[in-house]
């Protein structure tokens, strides 16, 4: 007996969205590598793939101690970032008057550079892990906040109307609707605070800190070991799209309901 048709190719669609980022990964570093070769670029302007691997072969203790300190900062700013960005985000989309009040000075905080911040931070902190961790903190904060109130304030009015009417409490709305219906939102906005919290830490890193990646590359940069440089960022990135995938795979478990349907396996059998 024959298997579903619609179900072989719904097994193959899986297969090869499971092997597409490999395949484009790996196609980018042939580009990078030949592009490299063929043109004659000299290693200190940008080095290949293979330089940047030997690089990373030949440095691989102090990267990783460098991104273990990278990747603890980070993680410490992102959380701190998602416990206060849930409980102001949710405070701010269950009240109008918190919404209209707190969104201009969330904005113009957004809007400065973060950068210029960090001497601040080392004038209040000292040189180290704080600033960092502030950074990354301040740095991811703010798209967390921004779609937990759009979720929880995005509530149609009718169905608070007719929950109100059946005796429900503004908490009750808000336990009950509101944060199912701000989950969505929450979770999309972990998958960017996270790769944005990595900038955040190694922006502080690089103006001040002994230790962490950014502090690797400044000085790799001094030395004009490029390919040293690039092993930051390939460990940089490798850490971000890590946690990205941890971030995403939560996303899944917990609020799968709200993506039924766009993975292509809810093919319906028959007819």
Do not use: C
Request: glycine share 10%; net charge positive.
């Amino acid at each position: 007996m024959s298997a579903d048709p619609a179900l072989a190719r719904a097994r193959r669609r899986r297969r090869v969205e499971a092997a597409l980022p490999w395949l484009v990964t790996l196609a980018a570093f042939l580009l990078w590598e030949g592009g490299v070769r063929i043109l004659g670029v000299a290693e200190f302007i940008l080095p290949a793939p293979s330089a940047v691997a030997l690089s990373i072969q030949k440095w691989w203790w102090p990267i990783l101690e460098n991104a273990g300190q990278t990747l603890f900062t980070t993680v410490l700013g992102f959380l701190l970032a998602v416990a206060f960005g849930l409980a102001l985000g949710v405070a701010i989309g269950s009240s109008t008057l918190l919404y209209r009040g707190l969104y201009p000075l969330l904005i113009a905080f957004n809007s400065v550079p973060k950068v210029a911040v960090v001497p601040v931070l080392v004038i209040w902190f000292g040189i180290g892990t704080w600033p960092a961790v502030i950074t990354a903190f301040l740095i991811s904060f703010f798209p967390i906040v921004v779609n937990v109130a759009t979720g929880i304030a995005t509530v149609e009015p009718e169905l608070k109307d007719v929950l109100r009417a059946l005796g429900a409490k503004q908490t009750d709305i808000i336990r009950k609707v509101g944060l199912p219906r701000a989950m969505p939102y929450f979770f999309a906005s972990l998958k960017v605070a996270i790769t944005t919290a990595f900038v955040g830490s190694i922006i502080a890193e690089t103006v001040a800190a002994n230790a962490g990646i950014g502090h690797l590359m400044i000085v790799a940069s001094s030395r004009f070991d490029v390919p040293l440089v690039f092993a930051g960022l390939v460990v940089t990135g490798v850490m971000g799209v890590l946690m990205y995938a941890v971030a995403a795979a939560i996303e899944r478990r917990t609020t799968g309901w709200a993506m039924r349907g766009q993975d292509g396996t809810g093919l319906a059998v028959g007819g």
